[in-house]
């Protein structure tokens, strides 16, 4: 009897699993599941290129439709799975369809979180994840002077940058002294926020939106310290979290599918990839839970080898990339804590690279205007090198004369 793969989800996860399903070798029935109307595309572009309209909804599908044909992978799209019943192997949608499954890989994704203050359901008042929420803001952005963002994460400051580009008065507010400060630390954080105001973007750290108010749509927003900023379109983007149907049957999740190296759940036959997935790390001996591109399209293509019968341990050096303006700021390594920052060149150009350390050794890395420094920097942070401190902020020496 043929086996069936029910991928539920159909982003850059269940993409990474398409691609790599059929060249593992596997010859089961392939189901790909997904909340969308829209073939599986590209996300990254939504908060940049797309807003930019340098990109158009034509040139974000990964592949077309034929692509998925010609592979025997079932497509169904705009469904939503609303329970999965691991004992009897069933899934259950929103239209009252039911899909069996022997394997079951949770692609969900994660959704953003919602502002929780009055008026966040304001028209006017948009997240940002999906092409139909990028599309709305794109809409927006045509007609209106006067954006506020709220969040100073990565999604926060790449709104702001794009909006600044398409010349509207941009305001940035958030809570914490500096912006991205819990990916990049103050140091790093305080030279991208010097980026943003030199570019017209007004800046509101360490506060918070305590109210959006506005008379049919919003029109101003209320700061925790009392200021009042007039604006015609609020974008938040205040961090996500990892989304799944109901489970029926024993499931570890935890912030996301709990899951071994090689992304196996605790239940029989169960994976997850991307963003919804906390795996095991085999270097940093620790569950972690990524939510970044190459992260997502990496674990769909392990768990497909899993499934075809070849698991291998997935132990990554993470990384991320985000374009802001016409830089682009590159990460790699595990920076979640750090004793130490050293920097190489200039952080108001900004072309620096900056390396985190952890008892004297490099855990991550951050590049900013120094695409030759990215492959050794990553290198580095692989081997976990122990460098001398002079010689890594020197931007005389070659970093490849560093390596281990």
């Given at each position: 009897?043929?086996?069936?793969?029910?991928?539920?989800?159909?982003?850059?996860?269940?993409?990474?699993?398409?691609?790599?399903?059929?060249?593992?070798?596997?010859?089961?029935?392939?189901?790909?599941?997904?909340?969308?109307?829209?073939?599986p595309?590209?996300?990254?572009?939504?908060?940049?290129?797309?807003?930019?309209?340098?990109?158009?909804?034509?040139d974000?599908?990964?592949?077309?439709r034929?692509?998925?044909?010609?592979?025997?992978?079932?497509?169904?799209?705009?469904?939503?799975?609303?329970?999965?019943?691991?004992?009897?192997?069933?899934?259950?949608a929103?239209s009252?369809?039911?899909?069996?499954?022997?394997?079951?890989?949770?692609?969900t994704?994660?959704?953003?979180?919602r502002?929780?203050?009055?008026?966040?359901?304001?028209?006017?008042?948009?997240?940002?994840?999906?092409?139909a929420?990028?599309?709305?803001?794109?809409?927006?952005?045509?007609?209106?002077?006067?954006?506020?963002?709220?969040?100073?994460?990565?999604?926060g400051?790449?709104?702001?940058?794009?909006?600044?580009?398409?010349?509207?008065?941009?305001?940035?507010?958030?809570?914490?002294?500096?912006?991205l400060?819990?990916?990049?630390?103050?140091?790093i954080?305080?030279?991208?926020?010097?980026?943003?105001?030199?570019?017209?973007?007004?800046?509101?750290?360490?506060?918070?939106?305590?109210?959006?108010?506005?008379?049919?749509?919003?029109?101003?927003?209320?700061?925790?310290?009392?200021?009042?900023?007039?604006?015609?379109?609020?974008?938040?983007?205040?961090?996500?979290?990892?989304?799944?149907?109901?489970i029926?049957?024993?499931l570890d999740?935890?912030?996301?599918?709990?899951?071994?190296?090689?992304?196996a759940?605790?239940?029989?036959?169960?994976?997850?990839?991307g963003d919804?997935?906390?795996?095991?790390?085999p270097?940093?001996?620790?569950?972690?839970?990524?939510?970044?591109?190459?992260?997502?399209?990496?674990?769909?293509?392990?768990?497909?080898?899993?499934?075809?019968?070849?698991?291998?341990?997935?132990?990554?050096?993470?990384?991320?990339?985000?374009?802001?303006?016409?830089?682009t700021i590159?990460?790699?390594?595990?920076?979640?804590?750090?004793?130490?920052?050293?920097?190489?060149?200039?952080?108001?150009?900004?072309?620096f690279?900056?390396?985190?350390?952890?008892?004297g050794?490099?855990?991550?890395?951050?590049?900013?205007?120094?695409?030759?420094?990215?492959?050794?920097?990553?290198?580095?942070?692989?081997?976990?090198?122990?460098?001398?401190?002079?010689?890594?902020?020197?931007?005389?020496?070659?970093?490849?004369?560093?390596?281990p």
């Amino acid at each position: 009897m043929t086996e069936t793969c029910l991928v539920v989800g159909a982003g850059v996860a269940a993409f990474g699993f398409a691609n790599a399903i059929r060249e593992a070798g596997y010859q089961g029935r392939v189901i790909l599941v997904g909340a969308e109307e829209f073939l599986p595309y590209d996300r990254p572009p939504l908060s940049k290129q797309y807003l930019l309209g340098k990109k158009d909804e034509s040139d974000l599908p990964f592949r077309p439709r034929s692509f998925y044909e010609e592979r025997g992978i079932e497509l169904v799209l705009g469904e939503v799975i609303e329970a999965v019943d691991l004992v009897q192997r069933v899934a259950r949608a929103a239209s009252g369809r039911t899909y069996g499954f022997d394997q079951l890989v949770f692609a969900t994704g994660a959704v953003p979180n919602r502002l929780p203050v009055p008026g966040a359901q304001l028209p006017g008042v948009y997240l940002l994840r999906s092409l139909a929420d990028a599309r709305a803001v794109r809409a927006a952005l045509d007609r209106v002077e006067q954006v506020v963002v709220i969040g100073g994460g990565f999604i926060g400051c790449e709104v702001a940058a794009s909006a600044r580009m398409r010349e509207k008065e941009v305001t940035l507010v958030e809570p914490l002294p500096v912006l991205l400060g819990r990916a990049l630390g103050e140091v790093i954080g305080q030279a991208i926020a010097r980026v943003h105001e030199r570019r017209g973007v007004r800046l509101y750290l360490g506060r918070r939106v305590v109210q959006l108010e506005g008379s049919g749509r919003v029109e101003r927003a209320l700061l925790d310290d009392g200021t009042v900023i007039p604006c015609e379109l609020v974008v938040v983007g205040i961090g996500v979290h990892p989304v799944l149907p109901a489970i029926e049957g024993n499931l570890d999740v935890q912030d996301g599918v709990v899951v071994d190296a090689t992304l196996a759940a605790s239940a029989p036959g169960v994976w997850a990839a991307g963003d919804v997935a906390r795996w095991w790390h085999p270097t940093i001996q620790r569950h972690i839970r990524v939510e970044h591109y190459d992260n997502a399209l990496a674990q769909g293509a392990i768990v497909a080898k899993a499934i075809a019968g070849a698991p291998e341990p997935y132990a990554p050096v993470p990384s991320f990339w985000s374009d802001q303006y016409e830089f682009t700021i590159q990460q790699y390594g595990y920076p979640v804590e750090w004793d130490e920052v050293v920097v190489r060149g200039d952080l108001d150009q900004p072309a620096f690279t900056a390396f985190y350390l952890v008892g004297g050794r490099i855990v991550g890395a951050v590049i900013v205007g120094r695409p030759r420094e990215m492959r050794p920097a990553r290198r580095l942070v692989e081997a976990q090198a122990q460098v001398d401190r002079a010689l890594l902020a020197d931007s005389t020496v070659d970093l490849r004369q560093l390596l281990p």
